[in-house]
């Protein structure tokens, strides 16, 4: 079992972490039924501990670097001097791509060892902007409200536990005219690249855990919580068939 704690997971010139509360995270193997204490985070048990790393391993190649984030993070344009939010960034594959256009990036991400990586990945990459790893959750990312120019998520929305509350969290955290881009890929459509390698046996455990997207029920929350939906339904980013929620605060 590894122990790590949560707070100061980077702290350089190029990434600093959010100090949370020293009893947060005591291990990276507690399932939300064993905590007690007062907090916000730990995303899904799926990804949590030794089990999680495990699964997420044969992975790291895409998550290092993905088309797919570099074409998100293109879509949604960083500039120089904004704050953007990295929803659910694992070990950065859009962080990194943004902060090297001069942004800030509140990189939002309740796995400890994915903080743990993207730590270490950010501290090497000096001079590409800044990088806040924090220890949150879509739904709770713990972020100042009106703080966030641009916001986008890769893969995560089918970790969120709650869709409605994500999409106010993120309303929360926008500023007025802020940009949202959510994509899922679906990984479960024979079009898919990577379908025979992963999609079409990802039913047995993956399905157990998590829930398919819907893009009309994103787009409604979105819509409630004071969002202009530009886009919601099945879209092809870097050539693989995805769900696509495209947004911005009114
Ligand atoms: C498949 S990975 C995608 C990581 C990264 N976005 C990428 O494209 O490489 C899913 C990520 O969602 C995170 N996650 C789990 N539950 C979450 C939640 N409720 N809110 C935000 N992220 C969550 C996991 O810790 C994991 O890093």
Not at 77 to 87: A, F, H, K, L, W
Request: aromatic content about 4%; glycine content about 10%; some cysteine.
């Amino acid at each position: 079992m590894t122990v790590v704690g949560c707070t100061n997971v980077a702290v350089t010139t190029n990434a600093v972490a959010i100090s949370r509360p020293a009893n947060c995270c005591k291990t990276d193997v507690m399932s939300h039924d064993d905590h007690s204490h007062d907090h916000h985070s730990h995303g899904h048990e799926h990804d949590q501990g030794l089990k999680g790393m495990l699964r997420y391993l044969r992975f790291a190649p895409q998550m290092w670097k993905s088309d797919v984030n570099t074409a998100v993070v293109g879509r949604i344009g960083p500039q120089s001097g904004e704050t953007v939010m990295d929803i659910g960034a694992g070990i950065g594959a859009g962080t990194m791509v943004a902060a090297a256009s001069g942004c800030t990036v509140m990189a939002i991400e309740p796995t400890n060892y994915m903080r743990t990586i993207l730590g270490l990945r950010s501290r090497m990459a000096r001079g590409s902007g800044r990088v806040q790893i924090v220890d949150g959750t879509a739904e709770a990312t713990t972020v100042a409200s009106g703080s966030v120019d641009a916001a986008w998520a890769v893969n995560t929305m089918h970790h969120w536990m709650s869709i409605d509350d994500g999409i106010a969290e993120l309303a929360r955290v926008l500023a007025p005219g802020g940009r949202v881009l959510l994509v899922d890929e679906e990984f479960d459509n024979p079009s898919h690249p990577d379908f025979e390698s992963f999609g079409s046996k990802r039913d047995d455990e993956h399905s157990h855990h998590f829930h398919t997207v819907d893009p009309d029920q994103v787009s409604a929350a979105c819509s409630s919580a004071g969002q202009r939906v530009v886009f919601a339904g099945h879209d092809d980013i870097a050539g693989r068939p995805s769900i696509v929620i495209e947004a911005e605060r009114a």
